[in-house]
């Protein structure tokens, strides 16, 4: 079964621009939830998305953004990107129930630099 | 505000010895928790969890102690090996999942 899949796994981008992740989440899977990680940071939850909705928020300016489609590809979205966006971002996954008292499955993450 | 915390930023433990990581949690609401463990460059890998009906949950060189009074938790590992030197991250699900900042593990051969 393949697991949790983040494309672009690295990429870097200027001050101004915006930025989309992608995730496909383990098959069966319908939560994706996003997390942010900086040095000296833990993770920090992003948002939570379940059957297309949007399920959980995190405290993250309105410039950032995601979408759950029918398939549960998630994506998430940076716009207006600012150097303390660089970061590691972390999708994950969890059994069908979603994320509340399951386990959650992580990608291997997407490194976003900003320049 | 944060939830979830490891007050401990760093361990280093001798290899073959305990190690014994620790959680603490604000929020009593909170009923599922997880411990992940992070190579640098990797996601995390989820190690074992535990239910707050539940007091202990074991598996293999890992268990894991639930004290809810305490909203505290800790993760044993045992006998401690170099293979395990890794950020050891504590959760804890309720509407959503919160994780602690990490514990950085060294096990010394």
């Known amino acids: 079964k393949a697991g949790v899949t983040q494309t672009p796994r690295y990429l870097i981008k200027t001050r101004g621009q915006q930025v989309t992740l992608s995730c496909s989440p383990i098959?069966?899977?319908?939560?994706v939830s996003w997390y942010q990680q900086t040095p000296g940071q833990g993770l920090q939850f992003l948002f939570e998305?379940?059957?297309?909705?949007?399920?959980n928020k995190g405290n993250f300016p309105g410039r950032f953004s995601g979408r759950q489609f029918s398939n549960s590809r998630s994506e998430m979205n940076v716009s207006t990107l600012e150097l303390g966006d660089s970061a590691l971002y972390l999708c994950?996954?969890?059994?069908?129930?979603?994320?509340?008292?399951?386990?959650?499955?992580f990608g291997e993450g997407s490194w976003l630099t900003v320049v | 505000d944060q939830q979830v915390k490891q007050n401990s930023p760093s361990l280093s433990v001798q290899e073959g010895r305990i190690s014994i990581l620790n959680c603490d949690y604000t929020?009593?609401?909170?009923?599922?928790f997880l411990w992940y463990k992070k190579y640098p460059a990797e996601g995390p890998t989820f190690l074992i969890s535990?239910?707050?009906?539940?007091d202990k949950n074991e598996d293999g060189r890992f268990t894991v102690f639930l004290n809810k009074s305490a909203k505290h938790l800790s993760l044993h590992i045992v006998p401690s090996q170099p293979g395990d030197s890794a950020v050891y991250f504590c959760?804890?699900?309720?509407?959503?999942?919160?994780f602690g900042p990490g514990t950085s593990l060294s096990v010394i051969p």
């Open positions: 994950a996954s969890s059994t069908p129930g979603g994320a509340l008292g399951n386990t959650i499955y």
């Open positions: 098959s069966g899977h319908r939560s």
């Open positions: 998305y379940f059957s297309e909705t949007q399920r």
């Open positions: 929020n009593s609401m909170f009923d599922y």
């Open positions: 535990i239910s707050s009906i539940k």
């Open positions: 959760a804890a699900s309720g509407d959503k999942v919160i």
